[in-house]
């Protein structure tokens, strides 16, 4: 069976420390047990976090507020409409495969940064989703996002 695609990357981003500063890049390498490359220390069951790019719309039309994606804090910006349909699935980007494991819960971090973005990530998974990196290799800019289908 071929890989369904859910959406395409739009943009990826690393941080250097925890609440530092993003930088975006347009390919990311990424390892088995440590993440994106560049990216501060990750648990690995945490090595990767997306992001709907019409949630995060939806999210910053709620606050009235233009605000950049990856103020959620999230590496990966995709299109798509939502992602919390991904949990419990494998998805391919690139050369890596994720095991998308949990919802991103928003913290207390987001208030800080916009008050009011807490509570307006917490429905329908506005927060995004991260997984467990399955395969290491690299993805970019441009690739799809696509649901492995599970093996028999």
Same mark, same amino acid.
């Given at each position: 069976?071929?890989?369904?695609?859910?959406?395409?990357?739009?943009?990826?981003?690393?941080?250097?420390?925890?609440?530092?500063?993003?930088?975006?890049?347009?390919? &990311?390498? !990424?390892? %088995? $047990?440590?993440?994106?490359? @560049?990216?501060?220390?990750?648990?690995?069951? +945490?090595?990767?976090?997306?992001?709907?790019?019409?949630?995060?719309?939806?999210?910053t039309g709620q606050l009235?507020?233009?605000?950049?994606?990856?103020?959620?804090? &999230?590496? !990966?910006? %995709? $299109?798509?409409?939502?992602? @919390?349909?991904?949990?419990?699935?494998?998805? +391919?980007?690139?050369?890596?495969?994720?095991?998308?494991?949990?919802?991103?819960?928003?913290?207390?971090?987001?208030?800080?940064?916009?008050?009011?973005?807490?509570? &307006?990530?917490?429905?329908?998974?506005?927060?995004?989703?991260?997984?467990?990196?399955?395969?290491?290799?690299?993805?970019?800019?441009?690739?799809?996002?696509?649901?492995?289908?599970?093996?028999?």
């Open positions: 069976m071929t890989p369904q695609p859910v959406g395409k990357v739009l943009s990826i981003v690393v941080r250097s420390e925890k609440r530092g500063p993003v930088t975006e890049i347009a390919t &990311a390498r !990424v390892s %088995v $047990d440590g993440g994106i490359d @560049g990216d501060h220390a990750v648990a690995p069951n +945490r090595g990767i976090s997306f992001i709907s790019s019409q949630q995060w719309k939806a999210t009235n507020a233009e605000l950049p994606w990856h103020t959620r804090r &999230a590496n !990966v910006l %995709v $299109d798509c409409p939502t992602l @919390g349909h991904l949990i419990g699935k494998t998805v +391919r980007v690139g050369d890596i495969e994720v095991e998308i494991t949990q919802e991103t819960r928003p913290c207390d971090l987001m208030d800080q940064l916009h008050m009011g973005l807490r509570e &307006a990530l917490k429905p329908d998974c506005r927060g995004g989703v991260l997984g467990r990196i399955r395969k290491a290799g690299a993805f970019t800019v441009g690739d799809l996002v696509a649901v492995v289908p599970p093996t028999a």
